[in-house]
């Protein structure tokens, strides 16, 4: 994971929540400059951005872990649930899928919510984030 720790992303996911719920952002981030080091500054802020980016088409994105990678990869909830129902057809509910390719997981997440899915990802840091 690139050296940062599940507490690092998890301390950065408080602080982008805190940030998206307080009107003065600025006094935030001055805040967060004499209270967190450099970087859990950098990846708080770079959180927040990419989960207002994200919002807009997908449900629940501010609970989860972005990278910019992983946005940019990322299927939209109706594409996933689109995607999840056209399984319904080809196999019976209680037939088991995988997801090769989970990325942060908005497919599987999508396919889970209607049969029993293994979800994998290659990637160590993403495979990680998709976990939190």
Known sequence: MTGRSTSDYRLAAETALERAADAAAGSLER??????????RR?????ADLRARAARRIEGAERLFWTTKGLEQASSSALARWRAATLDGRAG???AVADLTAGLGIDAAALAARR???????DPETAELCRL
Do not use: Y
């Open 93 to 95: 509910p209680e037939a």
């Open 43 to 47: 990846l708080a802020l770079q959180l």
């Open 116 to 122: 029993p899915v293994v979800a994998v990802e290659l």
């Open 31 to 40: 805040r967060l400059a004499r209270e967190t080091s450099p970087e859990i």
